[in-house]
C-alpha cells in the first residue's frame, strides 16, 4: 500500500512540515520505501519533484523538506510497489492535461482488472494500476465533458461516482487536483484538517518536531491537509467516510 | 531567445557539466533569466526539474549541477521570455503522452500566427507559442500514426518536415524526445559534438570548469551533446545546416 498527502490553501503555503512527516515513512518509520513524489502547483504549471528511491534517503526528498516551494494545490505520494514494479513510470503522482489544465492523481490501494479499463485518447505509459486508473478516469470526463465544464462541483461530483465504480475492483483511495480544487476519495483510509486562526502548535507524530503555526501564518490564512494518516498526534483530523469523496477549494471545503 | 541542451548516451551518463555551463547564461553570462527546466529519461519514466526564477539563483539548479542523475536521454532549456509570461506553465521543456511514452520539448526561437494552430486532443496550458507548436506536432503525428509506428526514423524524418512548416512562422530551434531517441531541428542555430575514447579534456565556455572525460568513463561510452551554441572551447563541435533535423539514439547519429 502506500501513502498520499495533499494541500489546499487560500495562500501560497510550504508543505515542509507535513512533507517531512511523511517522507519519515518512506523507509524510515513506514515501509514505503518503493519510491515518492509530490507536485506544487504554482497558476496554471505544476511542478513535480519524484524519485523511485526510498524518500527517507533521496537527496531530491531533502531538498523538498528544506526549501520552501509555496503553493495553493499540492499532491503527494510514497509507495510500497504492488503492482508495477519499481521504476520512475510507476511513481505517483501522474499528471496529464484534459481540457487545458494539468490534473495531478495519486492512489493507495490495488486494484484487479483494471487492464479491461478503457483509457481511450489517455494511453498508460507505466505498468500500475493506478496509472490505469487515471488515464480512466480522465477517458470518462473527456466523454461527458467534451468541452470545458462550468460547473466544477458538479464535475468533482461526477468524478466520485467514478472513483466508486473503481472501488468495485478493489482498494482506491485517491487524491486529484487541477491546481484549483484539491480532492480527496475514501475507499477505505483517508483523513484531513483545516487549520485557520487561531493557529496552535503542531507535533509530528514520525518525526520529533514540533511547529508554531501562528508564527508562519496571517489569520486570514486557510489551510487543509489531507492525508491517509494522521501525521500530528496533538490535532484532531477527521475522517472521510469510506465512499465519499471530499472536495476542497482554497483550503474551504466545498463538499 | 532561449538556449537549448539536450543528450544522447548509450549508458545512463550525468549531464551537470554541461548543464553547469548552460545555467551561467541564465542570469550570469548570458540573458535567459526567465526561467530554465530539465527533463530526465529513465526507462519509460522521466522527470523534469523546473522553475520560473534565473537558473543562476535557482537552489533547485544547484541540486541538479550537483546531484548526479545520470540518464540516456535529457533535453533542458533556459528561457528569455518573449510569447507567454515569466511563470511556470510556461516553462520549457513540456511533456505529453503519444503512443503511451512521454514526449518531451523544448523550443528556441519565436514563432507568429501560432495561435491558428490546429492542436487537436492536445490543449495548450501556458501562453507560449512553443507549447502550441508542440501540441501540434504531436497532434499531427497522432493523425498520421493513429497506432504506435514501427519504423522510427521515419516517424522523425516527418517530424523534420512538420518543423519545416512551422519554422516557416518564424524561427524555430527544437530539441524533442521519446527517450529513446532524441531529435534536434535546426532553424537558425544549433550544434552537436559525439565524446568517445579515447576521452580528453574541456573547458566550459561560461566558467572556469575543466573536466577529464576520460576519469568518468568507459572506453565503450558513447555520449552526444546538442546545444545552441557550443558549451566547451576546447572541442570541435559540428553545426547543424538551418532547415535540418538530427537524430541521436544511444549516443550515435541516425540521420
Redesign the interface.
Known sequence: MCELLGMSANVPTDICFSFTGLVQRGGGTGPHKDGWGITFY???????????MPSIDS??AR?VQD?PIKSCAVVSHIRQANRGRV?????HPFT??L????WTFAHNGQLNGYRQLETG??????QTDSEYAFCWLLARLNDRYPKTPRHWPSVFRYIETLARELQKKGIFNMLLSDGCFVMGYCSTELHWITRRAPFGKATLLDRDVEIDFQQQTTPDDVVTVIATQPLTGNETWHQVEPGRGVLFRLGEREF
Chains 1, 2 share one sequence.
Not at 505544476?46 to 523511485?52: E, G, L, Q, S, Y
Open positions: 504554482e497558476g496554471l504549471g505544476c511542478r513535480t519533484f519524484k524519485d523511485p537527496p531530491i531538498l526549501y521504476a520512475l513510470e510507476n511513481t496529464r492535461e481540457w487545458g489544465r494539468n485518447i489517455y494511453r498508460p505509459i507505466g
